[in-house]
Nanobody, 123 residues
Framework: QVQLVESGGGSVRAGGSLTLSCAAS????????MGWFRQAPGKEREVVAT????????YYTVSVKDRFTVSRDSGENTVSLQMNSLKPEDTAVYYC????????????????WGQGTQVTVSS
């Protein structure tokens, strides 16, 4: 069992930066691939970024590539999402997720979800 708690959301002007953090409980955190998803009002939830259990493999959706960076600290049981050059279209509730593999995360079938944190980017 893994419990995920996100933090770091908030409101920022376009062009600004935010860092989201996800604290995971459970001794098996290091065995899971981790990911960040987001859901904007009226839209489907989409995968934003994923990172493999060994941190070697990352994936970013095209719209955030070169602006967002996902990282994990298995010693601290945390995964982070550094978001730079934020745009109004990045406004959404962001969710942390854990899955058996980065493939399962990208397929939208994580094993565990966090409760979400709101990110609002104003123009």
């Amino acid at each position: 069992q893994v419990q995920l708690v996100e933090s770091g959301g908030g409101s920022v002007r376009a062009g600004g930066s935010l860092t989201l953090s996800c604290a995971a409980s459970g001794r098996t955190f290091s065995a899971y691939a981790m990911g960040w998803f987001r859901q904007a009002p009226g839209k489907e939830r989409e995968v934003v970024a994923t990172i493999s259990s060994d941190s070697w493999t990352t994936y970013y959706t095209v719209s955030v590539k070169d602006r967002f960076t996902v990282s994990r600290d298995s010693g601290e049981n945390t995964v982070s999402l550094q978001m730079n050059s934020l745009k109004p279209e990045d406004t959404a509730v962001y969710y942390c997720a854990a899955g058996a593999s980065t493939t399962s995360l990208r397929d939208g079938v994580p094993t565990y979800w966090g409760q979400g944190t709101q990110v609002t980017v104003s123009s």
